[in-house]
């Protein structure tokens, strides 16, 4: 049985990418509302039962 943090490590690799497009957006506050708008970590049934076994 193996438990991996895949889903974290996907989507933090989302955010470094978004920082590198970043280089010509206005302001931080502008990234940062780009980073609240990307799909949020959602388990799904595969991630939960290869947790619980």
Sequence with gaps: DRLTNAASE?????????IAQAYGYRDYEYL????YELPSM???KRML?????
Excluded: M, P, Q
């Design 32 to 35: 940062k509302l780009k980073v």
């Design 49 to 53: 039962s290869s947790c619980s076994k």
């Design 10 to 18: 996907g989507f933090n690799n989302k955010i470094r990418h978004l």
């Design 42 to 44: 959602v388990l799904t």
